[in-house]
């Protein structure tokens, strides 16, 4: 019996996981999503192109493997069809290679509708939300009046999707939220239910699975299981920064509840980090950088949401949320991402503490959200060196190993390679794999 390996993202997203599984892909069978949904914006690059997933698993573009989308997911039909016509065009036929959980739920159009009602209602406390649905259609879950993937072959399952759907127009309208006004995609709540109702038929020719049932099959047949987070740690609906999180476990924990696993078959835990610090939506960011060099992070380094196109803020890396994220995750080694970001940087500075009125912690307090923190910054000499062309971890500038080898020191894990640019082949490893 193998053990299935987890990656997961250790900040607030966004760190680059969906290029590190398309990179680790050719050593495992079966890429598995456990949790999240369209909220997702996994970008890879390769051959000169730029591809966006949103719902799925990042090794889509390696025809041998299988792709698994998890009991814990969320599918939105139009999104989830979308996603396999953009495929199609590049030559990628998904319906071989990809199985979907029956216990999957589905994200209604009413529950994007309700992700904009939550949120208008919410006034200036808003999350930030993507606007996919996923607050809503995990709610329906934990209620269980969720329609899961199962479901559309049932006979009764427009009754069912009816009843719902006037659930949430009550519920809109409680709110005193403009149902004729709202918009997804530039059409309103009866057109884009149409397309919904013809894109059930594009995901009806995949194959649903007990997805139990079948990776634990894989682990027994000795297949190597890679299960890809979303989101991340920051992000986690009980470890987050609640309220402003998803509302989903994005924890190694999550890969048992969103797939069928034991703890116990649990083995690497890979925690991605960037070399600083982004966030995108509301919600604590301590080491966060409204200043010029805020803004460099930025361009440099691109930061705007694959899925929403939103800037993202940005700052420097934060030692107590990875050590945190370590812990919560059991994370076995480190993926660091983006150092050539601030390649031209003076001097990159980590945050080590934070200092919260007289007390100094390293540890995430619960006033998280409410209390004024100021981190308590070290400042490391920057590398001032192009990475272009390094194939090499030991051939990286000292000052960037020195840096990295901060990270492990105040982490205690080890890294395991580091990413160096946008493309799949700028991964280093650090001990030859
Ligand atoms: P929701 O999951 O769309 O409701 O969004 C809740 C919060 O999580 C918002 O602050 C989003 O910006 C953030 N979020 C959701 N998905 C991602 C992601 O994949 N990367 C980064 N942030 C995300």
């Known amino acids: 019996m193998t053990k299935i390996d987890v990656l997961l993202g250790l900040q607030w997203g966004d760190e680059g996981k969906g290029k590190i599984v398309d990179v680790l892909t050719p050593a495992y069978d079966v890429i598995a999503r456990f949790q999240g949904g369209p909220n997702a914006g996994h970008t890879l690059e390769f051959g000169g192109m730029k591809h966006v997933l949103h719902i799925i698993p990042s090794g889509i573009f390696h025809q041998d493997k299988i792709n698994l989308i998890g009991n814990g997911v969320l599918i939105e039909p139009n999104i989830f069809r979308q ?67 199962g479901d559309t072959l049932a006979p ?14 009550r519920m ?35 194959r649903f699975v007990s997805s139990e049932y079948f990776v ?104 107590p949320a990875l050590r945190y994220a370590c812990m919560i995750n059991g994370v076995t080694e480190l993926y660091v991402t983006k150092p050539d970001v601030m390649n031209d940087f003076e001097t990159v500075k980590m945050c080590t503490a934070y200092k919260i009125g007289k007390r100094t912690t390293d540890e995430i307090p619960y006033e998280y959200n409410t209390a ?31 840096y990295l080898a901060a990270i492990e020191r105040e982490t205690g894990v080890p890294i395991a390679a580091v990413s160096i640019s946008p493309d799949r082949r700028d991964v280093l490893f650090k001990q030859v794999q």
């Open 372 to 402: 004024p923190i100021e981190p308590v910054l070290t400042s490391y000499a920057g590398w001032r060196h192009s990475l272009l062309g390094i194939t090499e971890y030991n051939d990286l500038p000292e000052k960037l190993k020195e």
């Open 216 to 319: 634990n099959q894989c682990l027994r047949d000795g297949k190597r299981v890679l299960a890809e987070g979303a989101q991340a740690m920051m992000l986690d609906i009980d470890f987050g920064t609640y309220p402003f999180v998803t509302s989903s476990n994005t924890i190694t924990a999550g890969v048992c509840t969103g797939l069928g696993v034991a703890p116990s078959s649990i083995g690497k835990v890979m925690g991605i980090t960037k070399a600083y610090c982004t966030r995108v939506g509301a919600g604590p960011f301590p080491t966060q950088l409204d200043d010029e060099t805020g803004h460099r992070l930025c361009e440099v380094g691109h930061e705007y949401g694959a899925t929403t196109g939103r800037p993202r803020r940005c700052g420097w890396i934060d030692i």
């Open 172 to 206: 809109a309208l409680t709110l005193g939220f403009d149902v004729e006004q709202f918009r997804i995609d530039g059409m309103n709540l009866e057109e884009y239910e149409q397309q919904w109702m013809k894109s059930l038929e594009t995901l009806k020719r995949f």
């Open 156 to 169: 009764d399952f427009l009754q069912r999707y009816d009843a719902l759907k006037r659930m949430h127009l």
């Open 83 to 149: 996603e396999i016509d953009a495929l199609a065009e590049k030559g990628v036929d998904a319906t071989k290679n990809l199985y979907i959980s029956k216990k999957a739920h589905l994200i209604l159009p009413s529950h994007r509708m309700m992700d904009a009602a939550n949120e208008q209602a919410k006034g200036s406390d808003k999350i930030g939300s993507t606007l996919k649905g996923i607050g809503p259609a995990y709610t329906d879950k934990v209620a269980r009046t969720g329609l899961r993937v």
